[in-house]
């Protein structure tokens, strides 16, 4: 993602007296890149005839779809703060839910952006409206919430502004099984259909958004297999109905967090917060993938692209609230991993139970990179076992970090209503949803997905760092604190 920022005051206003628009800011670029998504030339704009504030930037990424199965989008979300307090950090604008418009669009072929605004209004989705398969650049107009502002005494000549975006997939409603049909792969704790007696007794099909799933060793109840106590869960329970389970559809983060999203994250936080969430501090952080550095009282990120290791639940769980997002749960994690597809034994993300074709690696230098000259532009159903990509083409959920997921193993994460960030975060920087889990190491509510990558040339396993995508001996045990293979990436639901 890039993004613009800039300042605007009574000797930067430009006055359009030709038209009813005042243009109140044109910004001089700070791009900051952590994907090939972009956001350039951002204006803040007031239009007299209706007292709206509006934001008009050109936006563009890579490789977008639109097909029969599902699409790609742009999660687009903005703020703003006096410079005279910016060490408080940056408010969070809401949008109206209509209003948007393409001014103009730069690839001749390609469609116009369709418009997904949320019932709060906390940010927008942005993607093509007909099927399509290429590269975007859409110079766009937002319509800001101005009765929003106008309660916050918004004014807007001595003001900040930054628009921010996050490539996500978008995961169509509907039903979706659950599991590994090896019967001996519940002894990776993968979740089955019990006999009664806790033996597997087949797979587990979601085939509702709102029915309770009850956890047990009882007939027709789910179940999982563990043999040890500390990444047991409590192997009972129900998962209620208000609980994401996937059937409803919603959007995934394309890629991982990454190093630059997470800088953007610590820029636009306050002062005090950032000495929280602030992920770069340990012994061997340089020496481990980790890029994220303070120069001139500003985070960079040396490589921006590079997933982002070493940030914690609660550094998670923080920049999910910040972005307008919220954590993934273990059952969507497999939806996004399988799709609709029947199961197949020992089945990684690219829906293949091997890796002898897979061109998606971490180099010496920690960078995910394609080997033999591949690009992302050739990804294509038939070749998502060389991409590492899902069913639904999302990126690295297997190879790469591991992924913090809501789990269904503890009441802790059974507890969790799927609420939304809403850009605003609580003292001391901490995410304010009361529903999300909280605390970093031993405590409740999350665990592990996918496997991680640790080190160059390490020893790779059976389920570390590519897990097939049943398999989930962490899924319950919500240890470790800020780690080199730790990761997590965050979902929205789609209305």
């Excluded at 690219?350 to 394609?370: E, F, H, Q």
Aim: hydrophobic content about 35%; some cysteine.
């Amino acid at each position: 993602m890039r993004k613009e920022s800039g300042t605007f005051g009574k000797k930067d206003m430009r006055y359009l007296l030709a038209t009813v628009t005042i243009v109140l800011c044109l910004f001089c670029p700070s791009i900051v890149k952590a994907s090939d998504l972009s956001i350039e030339g951002v204006e803040w704009i007031r239009d007299n005839a209706y007292n709206h504030y509006k934001v008009k930037f050109t936006l563009s990424w890579n490789n977008s779809w639109n097909n029969t199965r599902n699409h790609d989008a742009a999660w687009i979300f903005i703020k703003y703060a006096s410079p005279s307090y910016r060490q408080a950090g940056y408010r969070h604008a809401k949008l109206r839910g209509k209003g948007h418009q393409l001014l103009y669009n730069h690839i001749g072929k390609s469609p116009s952006p369709s418009f997904e605004v949320p019932e709060d209004g906390i940010g927008i989705f942005i993607y093509p409206s007909s099927a399509y398969r290429g590269n975007l650049r859409w110079t766009i107009e937002l319509a800001l919430d101005t009765a929003v502002l106008s309660d916050m005494n918004f004014n807007p000549n001595e003001r900040l502004i930054d628009v921010y975006g996050i490539e996500m997939v978008h995961i169509p409603e509907g039903a979706f099984t659950l599991g590994d049909p090896d019967t001996a792969a519940y002894r990776n704790y993968t979740l089955y259909r019990s006999d009664g007696g806790g033996k597997p007794a087949g797979l587990w099909t979601i085939a509702s958004e709102q029915e309770p799933i009850h956890i047990g060793a009882g007939v027709n109840k789910m179940f999982y297999y563990s043999q040890q106590a500390i990444y047991q869960g409590d192997q009972k329970g129900i998962i209620p109905a208000i609980f994401p389970k996937g059937y409803q559809a919603f959007y995934i983060m394309k890629y991982e967090t990454s190093q630059g999203e997470y800088a953007d994250f610590l820029n636009s936080i306050s002062n005090g917060a950032t000495h929280i969430r602030a992920n770069y501090g340990g012994k061997g952080y340089d020496q481990n993938r980790g890029t994220i550095r303070m120069e001139n009282e500003k985070y960079i990120a040396g490589s921006p692209t590079r997933p982002c290791n070493y940030f914690s639940w609660d550094d998670a769980c923080a920049y999910a609230d910040w972005a307008g997002l919220r954590p993934l749960t273990e059952l969507e994690f497999e939806k996004a991993c399988r799709g609709n597809s029947t199961p197949i034994l020992h089945e990684y993300p690219w829906n293949s139970n091997n890796k002898n074709k897979l061109m998606r690696t971490i180099n010496a230098k920690g960078d995910l990179v394609w080997l033999n000259g591949l690009t992302e532009a050739e990804l294509t159903d038939t070749s998502r076992d060389q991409f590492g990509a899902s069913y639904y083409w999302v990126m690295d959920l297997a190879g790469s970090l591991w992924e913090r997921c809501i789990t269904v193993g503890d009441s802790t994460g059974r507890d969790f209503k799927g609420t939304h960030g809403d850009g605003v975060l609580a003292n001391y920087g901490f995410a304010s949803n009361s529903d999300w889990p909280k605390g970093s190491t031993e405590t409740a509510g999350f665990g592990f997905r996918g496997g991680g990558y640790y080190e160059d040339r390490m020893q790779y396993g059976s389920f570390n760092p590519h897990s097939p995508i049943a398999y989930r001996n962490f899924g319950a045990w919500p240890g470790g604190a800020r780690s080199l293979a730790y990761g997590s990436r965050f979902v929205r639901t789609s209305k």
